[in-house]
């Protein structure tokens, strides 16, 4: 089997380049009255309230409210896309990681309040890319299971089912090709 190590920094860096532009973006998430436009699958990848909404438990509802503070919404939300915490006290990080299910996150706000400045740079890296590596296998299983799955694509008797975002992030004809259909 042929694995890049660095596709999972490449296809977050993909995914966050289409969240600032506003492309295939499907959950609306309102924390202290700013809106975030998000993957719902990115998402999905760290917290359990995002795979239930993923898996249906959230209707057809693309908006929805967070009771946590903004630094720690976006904290967690780096999390997702760049396999880091944003900057945020560990308690907000905390009560962010609470709300939405995300082990992880909570984690990753425990490591980094008990080795504040003892990792080195090397180290960060390598957690990052680590952490990025257990986004994408969380997206993949996801997709075994058959949750996510919004795009299909059908070729001479063939059908081929996969996640919009994900086709696009991975495959630059595709990406201009979803994005000019769209």
Same mark, same amino acid.
């Given at each position: 089997?042929?694995?890049?190590?660095?596709h999972?920094?490449?296809?977050?860096?993909?995914?966050?380049?289409?969240?600032?532009?506003?492309?295939?973006?499907?959950?609306? %998430?309102?924390?202290?009255?700013?809106v975030?436009g998000?993957?719902?699958v990115?998402?999905?990848?760290?917290?359990?309230?995002?795979?239930?909404?993923?898996?249906?438990?959230?209707?057809?509802?693309?908006?929805?409210?967070? $009771? %946590?503070?903004?630094?720690?919404?976006?904290?967690?939300?780096?999390?997702?896309?760049?396999?880091?915490?944003?900057?945020?006290?560990?308690?907000?990080?905390?009560?962010?990681?609470?709300?939405?299910?995300?082990?992880?996150?909570?984690?990753?706000?425990?490591?980094r309040?008990?080795?504040?400045?003892?990792?080195?740079?090397?180290?960060?890296?390598?957690?990052?890319?680590?952490?990025?590596?257990?986004?994408?296998?969380?997206?993949e299983?996801?997709?075994?299971?058959?949750?996510?799955? $919004?795009?299909?694509?059908?070729?001479?008797?063939?059908?081929?089912?996969?996640?919009g975002?994900?086709?696009?992030?991975?495959?630059a004809?595709?990406? %201009?090709?979803?994005?000019?259909?769209?």
């Amino acid at each position: 089997m042929l694995c890049s190590m660095e596709h999972p920094g490449q296809f977050f860096a993909e995914a966050q380049r289409l969240r600032e532009q506003k492309l295939l973006l499907d959950e609306e %998430v309102s924390v202290g009255g700013q809106v975030y436009g998000v993957h719902r699958v990115i998402l999905a990848a760290i917290s359990s309230l995002f795979q239930g909404r993923l898996r249906g438990g959230g209707g057809q509802q693309l908006r929805f409210s967070l $009771d %946590v503070t903004r630094r720690g919404w976006e904290a967690a939300m780096t999390f997702a896309y760049e396999g880091v915490l944003g900057p945020a006290s560990q308690g907000e990080v905390l009560a962010a990681a609470e709300a939405l299910g995300a082990p992880r996150v909570k984690n990753a706000a425990r490591v980094r309040s008990e080795g504040h400045g003892k990792a080195s740079e090397d180290e960060e890296k390598l957690s990052q890319a680590e952490e990025l590596r257990e986004n994408l296998h969380s997206i993949e299983r996801l997709y075994r299971e058959g949750v996510g799955c $919004d795009l299909e694509l059908e070729a001479e008797g063939y059908l081929l089912r996969g996640e919009g975002l994900g086709a696009t992030a991975k495959n630059a004809c595709l990406r %201009v090709l979803f994005v000019l259909r769209c």
